[in-house]
């Protein structure tokens, strides 16, 4: 059974850092591409950022680029995404999931996204 457990959420002040991590297990994690999306309150899901199988293909939605860094662990089994410079629009429940198709694609398999982490920017 595919589980993704998001963790590292939490409330923050305009301009501050946040690390997210995505333990995975239930399957090949290091032969995957990976992907976080997000949905803010009363929104649909955003892409966010994705990952190849050995971390050195990423792509980022332009609304982050610059700002969030996407990385694994493949020993760990752990997805992360490190953000920084956050702003109030970042404010989301971020998911990770197994993405389709290279790490350039932006769509994911919905069933196998995880349970999410709430971030809040705000002062």
């Known amino acids: 059974e595919v589980q993704l457990v998001e963790s590292g959420g939490g409330l923050v002040q305009p301009g501050g850092s946040l690390r997210l991590s995505c333990a995975a297990s239930?399957?090949?994690?290091?032969?995957?591409?990976m992907t976080w999306v997000r949905q803010a309150p009363g929104k649909g899901i955003e892409w966010v950022s994705s990952?190849?199988?050995?971390?050195?293909?990423?792509s980022y939605a332009d609304s982050v680029k610059g700002r969030f860094t996407i990385s694994r662990d493949n020993a760990k089994n752990t997805l992360f995404l490190q953000m920084n410079s956050l702003k109030p629009e970042d404010t989301a429940a971020y998911f990770c999931?197994?993405?389709?198709?290279?790490?350039?694609?932006?769509?994911?398999?919905?069933?196998?996204r995880g349970q999410g982490t709430q971030v809040t920017v705000s002062s």
């Open positions: 239930g399957f090949t994690f290091r032969t995957s591409t």
């Open positions: 999931a197994r993405a389709i198709g290279a790490y350039s694609s932006t769509t994911y398999d919905r069933a196998s």
């Open positions: 990952i190849s199988p050995n971390g050195l293909g990423t």
